[in-house]
Structure formats: C-alpha cells, structure tokens
C-alpha cells in the first residue's frame, strides 16, 4: 500500500507525489519531496490511499519526509534569500527592456534553482537573461511564462464578494468560462460585473449556469408574445429564479405574472407556439 499526494508549493504549483503508506504525513503538513532530482518544500493538501505496490516514480514526484524544525528554517531562509533574488532579477530585467512582469521568484528547497515566473503580453525570448542572471546568482535559473488567470492565483486578492479569489483558496483547475453565461444569469454585460481580478471573466459564472440554464428553458424567451389571464402580451423580462416574467400587454399595462401561467402565442423566433401544438 501507498499514498498518492498533491502537495503545493510556495508558487502555486501541484505536484503529485508518491509516498510510502509509512511515512507519516497528512493533509495540511509541510513535507519535503524529491521533484526530478531537485528538494521542494511544499504543504499536502490532498492525500489518498493507494492498494499495490508503489510503483516506479516516472513523471510523479516522491515525499521524502515530514518538514521539521530545521526544514522550516530552511525554508523560512530560502524566503529571505528569495526576495533578495528578487530585486537582482528586477534590475536585470529593467537593463535588458524585457516587456515582461514578474509575479513571482521563488528558490528551491535547496537552492539549487531560482524559479522565475512571470507575464508577458507577448512572446519573450528569456534565455540570455537567464544566462546573465545565472552567472550572477550562481545558481540555475528557470523563467517560466504564465497567463493572467494563473499571476492571479498566485498573487491572491479579494473578489467583488468580499471573500478571497477562488482560484487561490480552493480552486485548482480552471473551466472555461463564456459571455453566454453571464447572458444566461442576466447580468450586466460589462467589465465591472462580469470581469474578476486577473481581467478575465469571473470562473464563478461557471458555478450557476447550469441552473439558471435549466430553469430558463421552463420560460418564454425574452420578446415571446405570450398570453395569460389579464390578455395577451410581450416578454419584456424575467426573473428566472423566481420563475417570473414581466410582460407589457397590448393595452399598454406592465405586468409580473407567474411563469407556469402563461401560454406562448408566439415564440420570440416568430413561430406560433399554438399551431406547433396542433402538429
């Protein structure tokens, strides 16, 4: 028996790692573990029991030990050091006129490598820069490009909600996300109500749509001519939620009237709903 883990870095990075059913770790310890020859310090915030033999490590990781004491200093060091990394990759960057952002510079473990991420509107070639930078630092530097949705996870925030950015507290894989659900919920279409804190659209349109979507589908669409008990009228909105719509009859009144209680004369398409139903 094993454990497979998802340990995370400092960077926001996941690695899967093996890791002996001995070894004692759970989810939430900071742990040290081999990735491709190199010691990283992460924390396990997923841990699952494996039947078999551990099998060969091939692309995975493998958890080395539980930290202690000493690797947290070390690994406390290793943030001092990397900020100080940091302003020597800025300076560099700024003399070469790289258009690029650094979100973040993080060492590993042992030192042995700088890892370097950051953003860039365009495509940047980094790898005299990283020569330079190596020679100066002495050590292996690694520059890595990232999108906007990912400098975000990493950087963290506050949403428009008032809570911590999704993407740097619990969400770990990102979904597309599109206008149509922000259309599908009736939102504002406009940056302020639909864009999140990385500029892209929020990754919590996601999390309704498939709701509002089916309960949609219960209700005439925007601009149906429908008739109901006061007479007959046109969609002009709905409360999809509430199963509500509000439609303006042909007398000219304004009216809220219960969704289940209105029949389509005319779907916003132009075709009669009353002659599909003779077919």
């Known amino acids: 028996m094993y454990r497979m883990l998802e340990i995370q870095l400092e960077d926001g990075t996941l690695l899967k790692a093996l890791s002996p059913a001995e070894l004692a770790l759970h989810t939430g310890d900071q742990c040290v573990a081999d990735w491709h020859h190199v010691p990283e310090y992460g924390k396990v915030i997923r841990l699952v029991e494996q039947e078999g033999e551990m099998p060969a490590k091939g692309g995975h990781a493998v958890a080395l030990r539980r930290a202690t004491l000493q690797d947290q200093a ?8 990397g900020r100080m990394a940091a302003r020597t990759v800025a300076k560099r960057i700024k003399t070469a006129k790289l258009p690029v952002h650094i979100v973040q ?10 890892h370097i991420t950051y953003t860039s509107e365009e495509k940047v070639e980094c790898g005299e820069t990283a ?3 190596s020679s100066e630092l002495r050590t292996r530097v690694e520059m890595r ?7 975000a996870r990493l950087i963290g925030g506050m949403g428009i909600c008032g809570r911590n950015l999704c993407c740097r507290t619990w969400l770990k894989e990102f979904d597309g996300v599109s206008v149509k659900m922000a259309k599908v919920q009736r939102l504002a279409l406009n940056p302020s109500s639909i864009g999140g804190a990385c500029g892209r659209l929020k990754c919590c349109l996601r999390y309704e749509f498939d709701c509002y979507r089916r309960l949609g589908e219960r ?5 149906a001519r429908v008739s109901c008990p006061s007479g007959e009228g046109c969609v002009v909105d709905k409360d999809v939620l509430r199963q509500r719509i509000r439609i303006r009859t ?4 304004v009216m809220d009237v219960d969704g289940g209680s209105v029949s389509v004369v005319e779907a916003e398409g132009g075709r009669t709903g009353r002659n599909k139903e003779k077919r």
């Not at 070390?74 to 050091?81: D, I, S």
């Not at 490009?145 to 400098?151: F, Q, T």
């Open 74 to 81: 070390r690994a406390k060091e290793n943030a001092v050091v």
């Open 131 to 133: 020569r330079a930078l």
């Open 145 to 151: 490009s990232i999108g906007v949705r990912d400098s």
């Open 250 to 253: 042909d007398d000219g009144r």
């Open 105 to 114: 510079v993080r060492y590993s473990f042992d030192r042995a490598v700088l």
């Open 219 to 223: 209700l005439p669409g925007d601009g």
